[in-house]
């Protein structure tokens, strides 16, 4: 009301010629609906930024402001319905330039804004999506996403099988799914922040996991002197097809060794594994009873770039061990495999070592 009243005022005072602007900041998390409430008293222009970025709480963000200008009150802001559906790309663009991490939850553009879990909440929207989403993700170039845990029901498995693999009404399939879910979440294991790790998962189950390389061993060593930065150095063997590829590499810590000694025996085989790169990575201990000997859960974040350097897609992958380099290793591999399969690469055969 006070941002309605500001703006009749000073257009009163001024004169309908006088074309007004708006800038607001999100200190009261009320940027966005004031600019609205300002265009709809008259105001002419809008300034902010994209994604919101900015000094405290940020400016406006003028992705929500733009979509929801076009989708919820009839303005003509984009050329067209493709830059409409490039709201979500634009999104990510600047967060990589500006070396942000991506706001999950960032309306119309966020990785969870269409992110349903209750299994009623997955049953409504198979039946009749605006039940619960406001738009398509579509038309702003997002998509649903579909989280899975223990708590949730067949419905929300149904949905993921059924979208990304085409099958439909296999309950015996979906009972698998659930049980195993059920039992690697009892354990340590989150689903609904480790997509990738699920989607295979589910090609275990329909027998469409067929391994791109067969681990033989790992071994990390970090070597530290009293006033010296650590040093790590990783020693990977692996079978791809016929050959057997051992290479060391040395890092910044031992993820990064592992991740570059890997590389190292994949890239001839297969050279997409170079536009994979980690952005983020989290370790939660699953239960402190047991002090430093308690199981750890590591989920890391990754971003796969184009040629362009510009992000192609991004997902997560998780992994369970008391050893953190371990669980470490599990999500580094689930993510290589998850990135190969989504490049539509086909694995080379294992043959007889040589």
Excluded at 72 to 99: I, Q
Excluded at 128 to 143: C, K, M, Q, T
Aim: with cysteine.
């Amino acid at each position: 009301d006070s941002i309605t009243e500001a703006v009749w005022a000073v257009k009163s005072a001024l004169g309908s010629d006088v074309k007004l602007g708006i800038h607001c900041h999100n200190d009261g998390g009320l940027a966005v609906a004031n600019t609205l409430a300002a265009v709809k008293q008259g105001a002419f222009q809008v300034q902010g930024t994209i994604n919101g970025i900015g000094e405290r709480c940020g400016n406006v963000d003028l992705l929500s402001v733009a979509a929801n200008l076009q989708l919820k009150m009839n303005h003509d802001c984009f050329k067209g319905a493709e830059s409409l559906a490039r709201l979500t790309d634009v999104s990510r663009f600047v967060y990589e330039v500006a070396n942000l991490a991506p706001i999950s939850n960032r309306p119309f553009v966020g990785s969870s804004a269409f992110a349903h879990k209750g299994g009623m909440h997955v049953h409504a929207i198979a039946r009749l999506a605006r039940s619960y989403e406001h738009i398509d993700p579509a038309r702003v170039g997002n998509g649903r996403k579909i989280l899975v845990s223990e708590l949730s029901g067949q419905s929300n498995i149904a949905e993921l099988v059924s979208r990304k693999f085409g099958v439909t009404d296999d309950k015996p399939l979906l009972r698998r799914v659930l049980g195993r879910v059920q039992d690697l979440e009892n354990v340590g294991y989150v689903f609904e922040s480790a997509e990738a790790c699920l989607e295979l998962l589910v090609r275990g189950e329909l027998g469409q996991r067929k391994p791109y390389w067969d681990h033989r061993y790992y071994r990390c060593v970090v070597r530290k002197q009293a006033g010296e930065t650590p040093s790590t150095e990783a020693t990977v063997k692996t079978q791809v097809g016929a050959v057997l590829e051992q290479h060391v590499a040395e890092g910044g810590g031992p993820i990064h060794a592992l991740d570059s000694a890997l590389r190292k025996c994949l890239r001839a085989y297969y050279p997409q594994v170079d536009t994979l790169h980690l952005r983020d990575y989290k370790v939660r201990v699953v239960s402190g009873v047991q002090e430093t000997a308690a199981r750890v859960r590591v989920v890391s974040d990754y971003v796969v770039l184009d040629s362009k350097g510009h992000t192609k897609n991004t997902f997560s992958t998780v992994g369970v061990s008391e050893n953190i380099v371990d669980a470490s290793w599990e999500a580094l591999i689930d993510a290589f495999e998850y990135h190969l399969i989504e490049s539509g690469v086909q694995p080379i055969a294992p043959q007889a070592a040589t």
